[in-house]
Nanobody, 122 residues
């Protein structure tokens, strides 16, 4: 069993930055870790992934602005967000799974955090 706890959300003006963090209850070295986001009434969207081989695919909407990285043998995963836009406003979720699917964001993640809200005002 793995528990994931997100932190770092908040309100920021457009153009600003935030860092989201996700703390896992155990080391997840070699696992697939990801950040997703969801707006009420819309489908959940994959934002960024750290694959088992260390590669980091991103959603096109955040490429060049967001950076995903891990620390401490993947016991924590962070999402550094810069140049934030109002359309980045969402609940952000951390997810973990022992294996990554071949195609980005198609992994059936087994473990999810409770989410942290990010609000970007114009």
């Amino acid at each position: 069993q793995v528990q994931l706890v997100e932190s770092g959300g908040g309100s920021v003006q457009a153009g600003g930055s935030l860092r989201l963090s996700c703390a896992a209850s155990r080391y997840l070295y070699g696992w697939c870790l990801a950040w997703f986001r969801q707006v009420p009434g819309k489908e959940r969207e994959g934002v960024a992934i750290v694959n088992s081989d260390g590669t980091t695919p991103y959603a096109n909407s955040v490429k060049g602005r967001f950076t995903i990285f891990t620390e401490n043998a993947k016991k924590s995963v962070h999402l550094q967000m810069a140049s934030l836009k109002p359309e980045d406003t969402a609940m952000y979720y951390c997810a973990a799974n022992e294996h990554c699917a071949d195609r980005p964001f198609t992994t059936d993640f087994m473990y999810w955090g409770q989410g942290t809200q990010v609000t970007v005002s114009s």
